[in-house]
Each structure stands twice: as C-alpha cells, then as structure tokens.
C-alpha cells in the first residue's frame, strides 16, 4: 500500500520545537493542497495546517503564529514547523492530501509535549 510517510516526532518539554516532515511517495504527484491533521486520545482529529501549491497556508486558531508549513515541491515533501509547543499540542500528527481522486494518509508520528 503506497502511503506518505511522516517523521520527526518525539518527546520534547514544553516551549520546545520540533520539526515534522512528510514524504510523498514517488510514483504520486499532486498538485492539491496538503494537510497536516492531528488526534489526541479520546479527541477528534483535527485539522492543523494546509499548504496549497501556490504556497497558500491557513492553520487552526490553537497553533497560529506557533507553527508553519511549508513545501518543497522538488522534494516533494512538507514540514511542519512547531515552536512553543504546549502539552495540548501532544498528538499523533498525520499528513494528507488529494491524487486523482483519492485520500493518501499517513500512518502518523506521535508529538508529546512534557509540562
């Protein structure tokens, strides 16, 4: 099953950075947005942050001005970027996105935030 696949996930204190990133796969390509979701145990997921191809980024209320996606089309990778990070921010991350029709996700790396 060919699925992106998100690294950079640890534990770190709070008011800690860490950075994440999302490798698509080679034999996709998209031009459509991609997201980055979260889901804390016994929460919804989330949406956090979405990039357009142009560079157009929009984020969740909680995490503005505190994290910033970006994406390398050469690559073909997206990072999220996440400073002052709190202890609701503990989550599994995932990143997504539309290819001709279909949902890719992620299998998920977790982010933990000690107080």
């Known amino acids: 099953q060919i699925l992106p696949v998100e690294s950079g996930g640890g534990l770190v204190q709070s008011g800690g950075s860490l950075r994440l990133s999302c490798a698509i796969p080679?034999?996709?390509?998209?031009?459509?947005?991609m997201n980055w979701h979260r889901q804390a145990p016994g929460r919804e997921r989330e949406l956090v942050a979405t990039?357009?191809?142009?560079?157009?980024?929009n984020y969740a209320d909680s995490v503005k001005g505190r994290f910033t996606i970006t994406r390398d089309k050469v690559q073909k990778t997206i990072h999220l970027q996440m400073n002052s990070l709190k202890p609701e921010d503990t989550a599994v991350y995932y990143c997504?996105?539309?290819?001709?029709?279909?949902?890719?996700w992620g299998r998920g790396t977790q982010v933990t935030v000690s107080s």
């Open positions: 997504d996105f539309w290819s001709r029709g279909k949902q890719y």
């Open positions: 080679e034999s996709i390509f998209t031009t459509n947005n």
């Open positions: 990039i357009s191809w142009g560079g157009f980024t």
